[in-house]
Nanobody, 124 residues
Framework: QVQLVESGGGLVQAGDSLSLSCAAS????????MGWFRQAPGMERELVAT????????RTADSVNGRFSISRDNAKNTLYLQMNSLTPEDTAVYYC?????????????????WGQGTQVTVSS
């Protein structure tokens, strides 16, 4: 049974930093591309950052480029998202997602397993 459990969300002020984690189980984590997505109220789900199965390649959305970074620890089956210089526009539920074995990691359709999400709220 695949489980992706996000943690680390919370309420912070604009300009603060926050680090999210996603603990994965029930899958061969080290062979799967992973990603972070977010969804704000009334908005469509948005790709935030993705990382290849090896960790050698990453992609980040233009809206967070230079502020957010994605990383993974395959020995710990854990995915991370470091978020710096947060703004109120970053307020959303953040979801962890897993793709197909050694597959692509460019679009949300490349991902097929999703966590329950963790709320990030940034006050001005």
């Amino acid at each position: 049974q695949v489980q992706l459990v996000e943690s680390g969300g919370g309420l912070v002020q604009a300009g603060d930093s926050l680090s999210l984690s996603c603990a994965a189980s029930g899958l061969t984590f080290s062979s799967l591309p992973m990603g972070w997505f977010r969804q704000a109220p009334g908005m469509e789900r948005e790709l935030v950052a993705t990382i290849s199965w090896s960790g050698a390649s990453t992609r980040t959305a233009d809206s967070v480029n230079g502020r957010f970074s994605i990383s993974r620890d395959n020995a710990k089956n854990t995915l991370y998202l470091q978020m710096n210089s947060l703004t109120p526009e970053d307020t959303a539920v953040y979801y962890c997602a897993a793709g197909r074995s050694r597959g692509p990691f460019y679009y949300s359709t490349d991902f097929r397993s999703w966590g329950q999400g963790t709320q990030v709220t940034v006050s001005s």
